[in-house]
């Protein structure tokens, strides 16, 4: 199993719509969390990180949390056309000091 | 724009060459990460230091692959003998224990072995 997992996609969503997001991993330890926008050729850039259970909400991004269920969700409201890119998952592990990556998701804002 | 600053940005090479990247982090962070990137992939852990001390190693850094941070400052990734397989982009990255640890990205360096 690997250690984040995220569908890799493409989501493919209408403009204005909700994009929905999910991350699962195996790690019980982990204790910070964060999601990356990444555009195709670009480094990964920090949209939000949630540690706490329950959600976290950044303007149009909302993270959520469940430790329990070792899920973290990102949702995207009123989707842009401009927010088509890949969404990367990632977490912490301050034992490790290591940040583990999700393969990443594709999300595609149809016009 | 997160601080981080890494060069140079594009790299083209023939294999069998060596090359060097450097990393610039945000001045005030002691611990600095490398990560290599490929097409349909996440970043994959590479090094990491805490000032001038290499913690840790992942089995991706063949014996080709040496990192370095003299006096805590910038950073150094050099592959030696460069094979295809080396091709991605590599990225530095510095965390902000204020922010939940956040890790914020330089630009990154493309690596293309041809």
């Known amino acids: 199993q690997k250690e984040v997992e995220q569908n890799s996609g493409p989501l493919s969503v209408p403009e204005g719509a909700i994009a929905s997001l999910n991350c699962t991993y195996s790690?019980?330890?982990?204790?910070?969390f964060f999601w990356y926008r990444q555009y195709s050729g670009k480094s990964p850039e920090l949209i939000m990180f949630?540690?706490?259970?329950g959600d976290k909400e950044d303007g149009r991004f909302t993270a959520q949390l469940n430790k329990a269920s070792q899920y973290v969700s990102l949702l995207i409201r009123d989707s842009q056309p401009s927010d088509s890119a890949t969404y990367l998952c990632?977490?912490?592990?301050?034992?490790?000091?290591?940040?583990?990556f999700g393969t990443g998701t594709r999300l595609k804002v149809l016009a | 724009d997160t601080g981080v600053s890494q060069n140079p940005r594009h790299k083209i090479t023939k294999r069998g060459q060596n090359v060097t990247f450097r990393c610039d982090p945000i001045?005030?962070?002691?611990?600095l990460y490398w990560y290599r990137q490929t097409l349909g992939q996440g970043p994959e852990f590479l090094t990491y230091?805490?000032?001038?001390?290499?913690?840790?190693k992942s089995r991706l850094l063949s014996d080709r692959f040496s990192a370095e941070r003299p006096k805590g400052s910038f950073s150094t990734l050099e592959i030696q003998r460069t094979e295809q397989g080396d091709s991605a982009m590599y990225l530095c990255a510095s965390p902000q224990e204020s922010s939940g640890n956040t890790i914020y990205f330089g630009e990154g360096s493309w690596l293309t072995v041809v």
């Open positions: 001045s005030e962070h002691n611990r």
């Open positions: 230091f805490q000032n001038e001390a290499q913690l840790e």
């Open positions: 790690d019980r330890g982990s204790q910070s």
């Open positions: 949630i540690y706490s259970n």
């Open positions: 990632a977490l912490y592990t301050s034992g490790t000091y290591k940040y583990i």
